[in-house]
């Protein structure tokens, strides 16, 4: 895929340790983060935790102790947390993002993403037809 490096890369490069920021994760770049989409929860560092947990591929390290809930259950399985990064650059799901339009709809403004997504503010608390059906009610149509 375009953007991503490969498998054997990644392996490589797994260990790779950034401090304070996630700007190099392949996630920054993706359409689905951007747009809220993503099957990951917004992050790859949640499907990681679970298919490859970092307690499990590092056994010999101590806990680490930098982030508050630390010693929750799972939170150890997770690569990136307390200030230390593991950036992904790989996942199966990535579509490079390209930016959003913003435009004016009937009650409130939305972005419009290349693959035609629109996310709205009123979509989620109080759907397409209830906002239209008001907005045909305030210029008094039927």
């Known amino acids: 895929m375009t953007g991503q490096i490969s498998l054997i890369d990644y392996i490589n490069?797994?260990?790779?340790?950034?401090?304070?920021?996630?700007?190099?994760?392949v996630c920054q770049s993706c359409l689905y983060r951007w747009s809220g989409r993503c099957p990951y929860g917004g992050c790859w560092d949640k499907h990681r935790a679970e298919i490859d947990p970092y307690d499990k591929a590092h056994p010999d390290k101590?806990?680490?102790?930098g982030w508050s809930y630390w010693d929750k259950p799972g939170e150890q399985a997770h690569w990136?947390?307390?200030?230390?990064?593991?950036p992904i650059h790989y996942c199966p799901k990535f579509v490079k993002y390209q930016g959003q339009k913003v435009q004016e709809c009937l009650k409130a403004m939305v972005s419009v993403f290349q693959d035609g997504y629109i996310s709205c503010s009123l979509v989620d608390t109080l759907g397409c037809e209830a906002c239209y059906r008001e907005f045909e009610e305030h210029i008094g149509g039927d």
């Open 13 to 25: 490069d797994r260990d790779n340790i950034t401090f304070g920021g996630c700007g190099q994760c």
């Open 80 to 86: 990136c947390r307390g200030g230390t990064f593991y």
């Open 62 to 65: 101590p806990p680490r102790t």
